[in-house]
């Protein structure tokens, strides 16, 4: 979409029509503000949605060196942004230009607007997601503000929270930023604080966790002491779903996830084959509607929440989180997905995050834009990530451990490789070592049918070989594949572990009341089109088994 069509969607006017069914509306409450008064500030959370009845209000990004006004809302337009209904903080401060009215929202009542009111809804929901794009475009939006070395795991792990967690940052390179040095002179800084997360002139944290990262940006809230009808473990395309089918049917609904929503789909720079999108959608684009869908309908996504067992109560499903807290089910879904699995070689672990990566995004193509650079992998996430970085690099290396490209890729993205002038497919080929100082700089290769060995000079090399999925935190009762995936469906009736009368539902483990879907479930197609129809399709064994209890 043109910049100008992505303006005209994020700031539409209501229709004196529409602002006048505002003002009778129940839910809203008219309030009124004076020149310089501020409506809501950056960071604040609980937020509310305030349309605009007279006057105007400066939307104002104080994350930069000096407060900056984005746009002015006027009669009939209204302030916001997605954090009004995930519950997230405000990325940007409201000022009344003006001496002005308002009608206020409460974060509930704007759930009920757009949900009850679909003309609005839609208005809404659309200029928020264009919101966020334009947000998130380079040189529109300061946001929070990384400094640390591209050689850095943990500005490596920094920026790859945020960016999972769709913030707005900018990432400011100790090695080739020349704000840097005077920012951290400003901060009273060196390079040894690094990684350092600022906002505005203000200095939020230094080498955070992610723990520590989302509790201070309001990402991450307490979790309500209640029993949850469905807990779904993962956000995947499996996961989210689930959310939002399970929410929208009046389920008690809550998504634990351990770094950010989206799974493996949700590092796709290109998805082209899921049915609905003619022209591609990239896996963040998808999962933000996804979650937008999930917390329209009330579902929780809390993060990070991750889960490190599960236990058994008299029915219920205990999940114990990293941390000590303790969320209750009556039922669980598994959809933790599978991830892609170490590659394992001669000095490849401690050049993780230093050159060595498992996804190809816009954070990690930052880190090697002009150069020569290695996909190892036969699959459809090789491929996609094959196209993407040709187009940003000079030379993309496909690694493939076969002898035949579309053997496990789709004919549509091997022809395209096979078409790219920026591609080069090495067919029987692997990784045999890696080397660098303190970050990747040749990786040596090997045709496992010739024995030919080549060494490549190389800032990156992009690992998408073979799949481990996340199971490691579920007890002895859900039965596992030998491969550690979790088995479903009527055979498990057989399993020492299975209680019920009745034979499991076709989604569900060895446990009554805990379904599986997505990769991680055992014989499942690899595929985001399967996981959300999976995900979609367990909320309906979800119903049956609580119709039981």
């Known amino acids: 979409m043109a910049e100008n069509d992505l303006h005209a969607v994020a700031f539409p006017k209501f229709s004196e029509a529409k602002l006048a069914a505002m003002g009778r509306c129940s839910l809203t409450k008219l309030r009124r503000y004076r020149a310089g008064e501020k409506l809501f500030e950056v960071g604040e959370t609980g937020l509310h949605f305030y349309v605009v009845k007279s006057g105007e209000v400066d939307i104002v990004d104080v994350t930069g060196d000096e407060p900056r006004v984005l746009v002015v809302h006027r009669a009939g337009q209204f302030a916001g942004d997605i954090q009004q209904l995930n519950g997230g903080p405000a990325l940007v401060t409201a000022v009344a230009k003006t001496d002005c009215e308002a009608y ?29 794009q334009l947000l998130t475009a380079p040189g529109n939006f300061t946001g929070l503000r990384v ?8 500005t490596f792990r920094v920026r790859e929270f945020l960016a999972k967690n769709r913030m707005p940052f900018t990432w400011l390179d100790l090695e080739a930023d020349p704000q840097v040095a005077q920012l951290l002179k400003q901060f009273e800084l060196t390079e040894a604080d690094t990684p350092v997360v600022a906002c505005g002139r203000t200095v939020l944290l230094r080498n955070p966790s992610d723990m520590q990262l989302a509790e201070t940006l309001g990402i991450r809230r307490p979790l309500e002491q209640m029993v949850y009808d469905l807990v779904v473990v993962g956000s995947g395309p499996a996961g989210l779903a689930a959310a939002v089918y399970g929410a929208s049917e009046g389920l008690s609904t809550i998504v634990l996830e351990r770094s950010g929503p989206g799974g493996q789909a949700g590092r796709s720079m290109r998805i082209e084959n899921y049915l609905g999108f003619p022209f591609g959608i990239t896996g963040a684009e998808l999962a933000d509607k996804a979650v937008m869908q999930a917390n329209k309908f009330g579902a929780r996504l809390p993060v990070p929440t991750p889960v490190t067992s599960m236990t058994f109560d008299n029915g219920y499903k205990l999940l114990h989180l990293d941390g000590g807290e303790t969320v209750t089910a009556k039922c669980v879904l598994i959809a933790t997905g599978a991830e892609y ?32 650079v290695l996909v190892v992998g036969g699959g459809n996430s090789a491929g996609q990530a094959a196209v993407y970085l040709g187009g940003n690099c000079r030379k993309v290396y496909l690694l493939v451990r076969g002898d035949d490209l579309y053997k496990n890729m789709s004919s549509y993205l091997a022809h395209r490789i096979e078409q790219a002038a920026t591609i080069e497919v090495l067919l029987n080929t692997e990784v045999t070592r890696m080397s660098g100082d303190g970050h990747l700089g040749e990786v040596e290769i090997v ?3 010739t024995g030919q060995k080549r060494t490549i000079q190389t800032p990156a090399l992009f690992s998408f070989i073979g799949a481990v999925p996340r199971t490691d935190w579920l007890p002895a009762e859900v039965e596992r594949d030998d491969k550690s995936f979790v088995r479903t469906g009527p055979a498990l009736a057989k399993s020492p572990h299975w209680r019920a009368r009745r034979h499991p539902f076709l989604l569900e483990t060895s446990r009554a009341g805990v379904f599986a879907a997505g990769d991680v479930r055992s014989e499942s197609v690899k595929r985001v089109a399967s996981a959300v129809g999976e995900g979609s399709m367990a909320v309906q064994f979800v119903h049956e088994y609580l119709k039981e209890m």
């Open 447 to 449: 045709n496992r049918k």
């Open 104 to 132: 206020e929202v409460s974060p509930d009542g704007l759930r009920e607007l757009v949900n009850n009111h679909p003309d609005l809804g839609d208005l809404i929901l659309q200029a928020f997601l264009a919101r966020r």
């Open 147 to 154: 400094i640390g070395s591209r050689y850095s795991q943990d």
């Open 341 to 372: 699995r170490r590659l394992g070689v001669a000095g490849c672990e401690p050049l993780e995050g230093r050159g060595v990566y498992y996804a190809a995004t816009p954070n990690e193509a930052t880190m090697c834009r002009g150069s020569e």
